[in-house]
């Protein structure tokens, strides 16, 4: 094991994620927090997009606060899991993805707010988005489900049960 | 049920053809591909049941409640989504879900949870007067219930990998 690996092992959160009830809670919190996400921020996406066009997209925007909940119950909960048992994430490929899939989303996050959430901010009730706020809205939608998807097959790549072409 | 019985019948899907290749293929379009399925679709449809909640309880007024209509659709999509993906984990592992206590009480909080949205339509959101006269308080105390039947329904998922207690009918 690397030295942080052996650090991170030693600290009292990995112990705690160790206790019978400690992972169990861990994980249904990152569920529900995901849930959170997908309800607000997925919902956002989805009306970018085009889909329920009534409802305005400044008004929808204020779900958006819950779903930053969500993302951080999720962003504590997954650090707790990483700290538990770091090799069976540092070396599994589907983990390496889902942090690019989290940058990428991340990037996507920060475009939308610097460029199109003040052209976004005035549309009213039956107004589309510009195109450019589409296209981010899409990108979303497929950033967080490759986040999603990567998260449920990180037990299918744990290693060494499957050969990973680069770790 | 008696138990011979369940485990002939759980054993008996087990041994399908369907059971098998779901359960032992290598491909991530098997076992894999139908949880993330099943992953996605109880966000959508946890989260937009959450969104209701949370507009009935007054934390996004500037949407008139007549326009959460629209999230139905997505409630809908996501929930046959999700029993179409948790009918193939089921057929998948029978003896391991239909032998476990919580399993029932996770279909019992998604009933319930269905039951709760189901109200919230008829008395506000196909209320016409609700956006002028204010949710009333039982409509308020159902969406905070739904809040909990929810979060309730995910954690019982999520502890099934945790609380079998046989895996298949063969043990």
Known sequence: ?????????????????????????????????????????????????????????PALHRLIPFGIFGYFINVVTGISFFVGEPDQYLYNPSFQIKMVFMTLAGINVMLFYLTMFRHVKTRGPGENAPLAARIMGGASLVFWIGVLSCGRLLTFFRPPTRWCPWC | MNVFALFAFTGWIEQTALSVWLRESPSLWAFPFVLILHTVGMGFLVGSNIALDLRVLGFVPRIPLSLFEKLFLIMRISFFLNAGSGLLLLIAYPTKALTNPLFYLKLALIAFGLAGALMLRNQVIRNPV?????????????????????????????????????LMAGE
């Open chain 2, 130 to 166: 609700a956006d002028a006269e204010g949710v009333p308080s039982r409509s308020k105390t159902v969406a905070a219930t739904s809040l909990v039947v929810w979060a309730g329904g995910v954690t019982a998922g999520r502890l099934l990998a945790y609380t079998y207690k046989f």
């Open chain 1, 1 to 57: 094991m690397s030295p942080l690996e052996l650090w991170l092992k030693s600290t009292y959160l990995s112990h705690m994620m160790h206790t019978w009830w400690a992972w169990p809670t861990a994980e249904s919190l990152h569920f529900f927090g995901l849930s959170l996400l997908l309800g607000t921020v997925g919902i956002f996406d989805l009306r970018l997009l085009g889909f329920a066009r009534q409802i305005s997209l």
